[in-house]
């Protein structure tokens, strides 16, 4: 039996009956048998039938939840800083490959950090919010750094009234235990890159001599768990064709003591090695729905089972996250390169097709409101009659751009 | 699965937008009537009631804001009960599911409050009369009391209580409970102001009863009909209407009677008794309005039979909608811009000051004051705010006909626009005539002519009414006709308020010397006039270069100049008067 869905709607038959899913404003409603009737009669009879059969449930708004226009300046309020573009690991799909972006190696100097914090705290009005997130490359490399950026972050935001949230995504061969703490008072979120366990992990991620990296992470990490209550620290998994067990990562990391786990799949790699062909593709859902089940069965029975790309599935659609955009990219969030570059987001330091202002100048709002214009969902193919598409947002910018649709 | 058609919104997005079947659209919060007063949809002092979790007070007030303070130990934020277990917000699992930005500094305060609140302090709250005495927030502290002109202390109002309270912040507060019937040690609780709303969600805070934020909502079955005092009743409580049309009465466009006498009558809406035969028009103020009203025993049994008022009338048996004439579209863009341009801008800007020479005619209430005719004050002041709200209506149709012209110039149908400020040296009359534009006294010549022009099927609004009908058509910017639209609804209203003005003179028909109400006002020459003339200079020309840039989209620019146009027509009222006193008329043109 084919999927009934359109444009406006989906229904899904569940144990508890059957559901029906407005796209607009991504609401979700438990229906009867009657209705579910006249929601297949409508799809049947095409787009006008459904839109009056919405109005006359009462579930067509005045105004859309999301109109057809794109942002237009939205205000700036996270960045993330390349601050090494160098890494010590050699992975075989790196984005960064190997750190440099496909450049020279080089380092974040200060004055474009401090530069980066300063746009970003002063145009925040007091009380709300920012966030900086260390990325690289591998940002441990520029530990000096790293730690003077946030000390700075926290003085000049504290001094405007405004809360600032850090974040580090490392590969975690260079932590130190005094790290941990410095973390745990900054108040970090703390992403480790992990592809597997063991020498599945050791495959695609190893040192740039070829030396195994996962058991020299593994040891590095009980000084961050320590600080469990107060530290965050996620797992997360770029799966390729090479680690496709997902199901038993996903305990193991689990059981390690992560705060979740939570898996990527690699569909771009600007050499194309380990990218995910269409085969794997259908075998990563089989294993993210195997994943699934199982946080069915745990949660059913009481217990925490944090399955990262779950849980934050669970929680959009219980808050009916609704957007024109997949995240925040080229939007209120940019990358910045070590020279200062703003960039739609970290996946686009150093690439032209994301470049979009200096940290010195500000944003360059000509080319973000192109950026903008031609990357909201609605304009997007296959995304604008998509059900999913307000829940989706059309998919990474960055894989989308370099690599389409497949998944 | 029972066959019955149910929806249930399920996740939060489909909850919030979910309207109960039978509920109109007035009833979501967003349309809601609220602030302090009790009876309205929201009462806020509902929610601010429980701002320190664990505690709900009343706000102790005087009658009303002019009242004495004849019981100075009553007012205030008086403590109601202590509830610290009922309070879900003061529960550790409520407190664990905080986001962690604010469980940070929320946690370390819970523990400790719901302690005293449970322990010895709680106890004592339990009986007595405890007031707020002082709050503190971010290292400030504001007194509940105050010193009264005699030296004495008071209470702080509870309205006044009311407003410190929710000028608070999200965040740490302190607060001092003082027992005011008996000497007592002061408690002393360290809380926050309550999270309204969860951070997450929008959910209102589970602390709330079902019902309490509710609880003072005034109900048309009880007393609060008779008592509102606020005037905002949210289904429409009106004071005073116009009688239903009985059936076959000939009625305006707008649906009010033709009979002039009958459309000016206006009767209290609450009268007892409803006969039409012993109607009679309702009196001037409230108070002497009340004992002609339902009484407490007749509003619970009878407030069904108040009629359902539409348009300020009484609707009767059946409500039968007015219906729309339809007028012939102009043939073509051009042909309607030509009419905006040439006549119907011209028009309404020689009616505006037309009106406006008027309104300088009339005496000011302090000159009607000594005058043996009794009504002669307040007759002057509504013929006075009825003239200049008819002028300054005229003044917005301009802009309004402006606006029209900009727009089709924009939409690329005509091909450009430049202002139109000059008035028409002709204004419509009736019978498909015209006569020259006139500055003249409100005589009662110039008050037939100005009904004449706002007369409903006069020429004017049968122009709009064509405006309108062009505008309606595929060719044209949507919302556009709604503009021409207002203008010709706008028309009925002018064409009321004449009449009305008119119905309110008739009294001196036989004065002598005749018309009491009016100066002698002779036209002045230019150099009497300078200054009013600069002004009406000025006015023009700010507003000119305004409507260019608002053509163009600039709108702070225009604003700017707007505001500029807008001091000058001050300016110009305040000679007019003056000149006026002197007997002197602005020659306009």
């Known amino acids: 039996m084919r999927d009934t869905e359109s444009r406006h709607l989906r229904l899904v038959d569940t144990a508890f009956g059957p559901h029906l899913l407005v796209v607009d404003g991504s609401r979700l409603y438990a229906i009867d048998q009657q209705s579910r009737g006249e929601v297949e009669a409508a799809v049947v009879e095409g787009e006008q039938s459904v839109r009056e059969l919405l109005a006359r449930f009462g579930m067509l708004p005045d105004r859309p939840y999301i109109g057809a226009e794109p942002l237009i300046d939205p205000p700036l309020r996270s960045l993330s800083l390349a601050i090494a573009q160098r890494c010590n690991l050699a992975c075989s799909y790196c984005y960064a490959q190997g750190g440099g972006f496909g450049g020279e190696e080089r380092a974040m100097p200060w004055s474009v950090a401090a530069a980066s914090v300063r746009r970003l705290v002063e145009e925040c009005p007091p009380g709300e919010r920012v966030f900086i997130g260390f990325l690289g490359g591998e940002p441990l490399t520029h530990r000096a750094l790293l730690r003077r950026t946030t000390e700075y972050a926290a003085e000049i935001a504290g001094r405007q009234g405004v809360s600032v949230g850090f974040a580090i995504t490392t590969n975690g061969t260079l932590l130190r ?163 200062g570059g703003l960039f739609a987001c970290h996946r686009f330091v150093d690439d032209p097709a994301g470049a979009l202002g200096h940290v010195e100048s500000g944003p360059d709002r000509d080319a973000q409101r192109q950026w903008l214009a031609e990357r909201i969902v609605d304009r997007q193919e296959p995304c604008r009659s998509c059900w999913a598409r307000y829940l989706c947002g059309g998919g990474c910018h960055h894989e989308v751009i370099h690599r389409g649709r497949p998944a | ?226 008592d509102c005092s606020c005037h905002y009743w949210a289904a429409n409580r009106p004071d005073i209407v116009h009688v239903a049309i009985a059936a076959g009465e000939p009625v305006l466009p707008d649906g009010a009677a033709r009979d002039p006498e009958r459309a000016m009558m206006q009767v209290d809406w609450m009268r007892a008794d409803r006969a039409p035969e012993v109607t009679g028009a309702a009196l001037n103020t409230m108070p002497v309005n009340r004992p002609y009203q339902m009484d407490y025993y007749q509003i619970n049994r009878t407030w069904q039979d108040l009629s359902m008022v539409i348009g300020n009338i009484e609707i009767g048996a059946r409500y039968v909608p007015p219906t729309a004439d339809a007028a012939e579209p102009y043939v073509s863009p051009d042909e309607l811009a030509a009419a905006l341009r040439d006549t119907m801008a011209p028009v309404e800007m020689t009616l505006a000051i037309e009106y406006l020479y008027a309104y300088f005619s009339l005496l000011t209430p302090e000159e009607a004051a000594g005058s043996p005719w009794a009504e002669l004050t307040s007759d002057v002041t509504f013929s006075r705010s009825m003239l200049m709200l008819t002028a300054g209506s005229e003044m917005q149709h301009l802009r309004w006909t402006n606006e029209l012209l900009w727009r089709l110039a924009a939409a690329g149908l005509v091909k450009d626009y430049s202002p139109v400020l000059t008035p028409s040296e002709q204004v419509p009359c009736r019978g498909g005539k015209s006569r020259p534009r006139r500055l003249h006294g409100l005589d009662e010549k110039t008050l037939k002519d100005f009904i004449a022009v706002e007369a409903p099927k006069g020429k004017l609004e049968a122009d709009y009414s064509r405006a309108v009908a062009t505008l309606r058509t595929a060719t044209y910017p949507a919302h556009l006709s709604e503009l021409a639209g207002r203008i010709v609804n706008d028309g009925l209203q002018h064409y009321n308020r004449l009449r009305d003005v008119r119905g309110v003179l008739a009294r001196y028909k036989t004065a002598d010397p005749p018309y009491p109400y009016l100066r002698e006002l002779q036209l002045g020459t230019p150099a009497q006039t300078a200054a009013a003339l ?15 840039l608002l053509a163009r989209g600039d709108f702070a620019d225009a604003g700017r100049l707007i505001a500029d146009a807008r001091v000058a027509m001050n300016t110009l009222l305040d000679e007019g008067e003056r000149l006026a006193k002197h007997g002197v008329g602005i020659p306009f043109w």
């Open chain 2, 1 to 226: 699965m029972a066959n019955t058609g149910k929806i249930f919104p399920r996740n939060l997005t489909a909850r919030a937008a979910y309207q109960v079947v039978g509920n109109p659209d007035s009833t979501r919060p967003e349309d809601a009537v609220g602030n302090c007063y009790p009876g309205l949809e929201a009462d806020l002092r509902n929610l601010d009631r429980r701002f320190f979790p664990g505690l709900v007070f009343n706000f102790v007030a005087r009658r009303d804001i002019d009242a004495p303070y004849t019981d100075k130990q009553r007012y205030g934020a008086l403590l109601a009960y202590a509830d610290p277990w009922g309070d879900t917000d003061l529960q550790p699992d409520a407190v664990a599911r905080l986001e962690e930005r604010e469980r940070s500094w929320v946690q370390p305060l819970a523990g400790p409050l719901l302690a005293a609140l449970t322990g010895d302090q709680g106890d004592s709250l339990a009986t007595g009369e405890w007031y707020i005495d002082w709050i503190e927030q971010c290292g400030r502290q504001l007194s509940m009391m105050q010193v009264m002109p005699d030296g004495s202390k008071s209470g702080l109002d509870g309205l006044f209580v009311w407003r410190l309270l929710r000028g608070l912040e999200r965040g740490p507060v302190t607060i001092a409970l003082t027992r005011r019937d008996q000497p007592a040690p002061p408690v002393i609780l360290h809380g926050w102001r309550r999270f309204f709303t969860n951070t997450r969600t929008g959910v209102i805070s589970e602390a709330y009863q079902p019902g309490e934020l509710t609880q003072a909502l005034c109900s048309p079955w009880q007393h609060d009909f008779r």
């Open chain 1, 177 to 339: 235990p005094d790290d941990a703490s410095f973390f745990h008072r900054h108040r970090f979120a703390v992403t480790i890159s992990l592809d597997g366990v063991g020498d599945v992990h050791d495959r695609l991620r190893p040192f740039r001599g070829g030396r195994a990296s996962y058991q020299s992470i593994l040891d590095r990490l009980e000084p961050l768990f320590q600080y469990r209550q107060n530290l965050p620290v996620f797992a997360r998994v770029t799966v390729t064709p090479r680690n496709l067990g997902l199901r038993e990562t996903l305990d193991r990391f689990i059981a390690l003591g992560f705060h979740s786990v939570g898996f990527s799949p690699m569909l771009a790699a600007p050499n194309h090695v380990d990218e995910l062909t269409e085969p794997d593709l259908d075998v990563l859902l089989g294993e993210l729905i195997a994943c699934g089940r199982e946080f069915e069965r745990q949660v059913v029975a009481g217990r925490h089972y944090p399955f990262a790309n779950m849980i934050s599935a669970m929680e959009e659609i219980h808050r009916g996250t609704h957007r024109p955009y997949p995240c925040g990219a080229g939007a209120g969030y940019f990358g910045v390169s070590a020279d």
């Open chain 2, 534 to 548: 600069t002004a009406y200079g000025e006015i023009t020309t700010k507003l000119s270069q305004a409507y260019s």
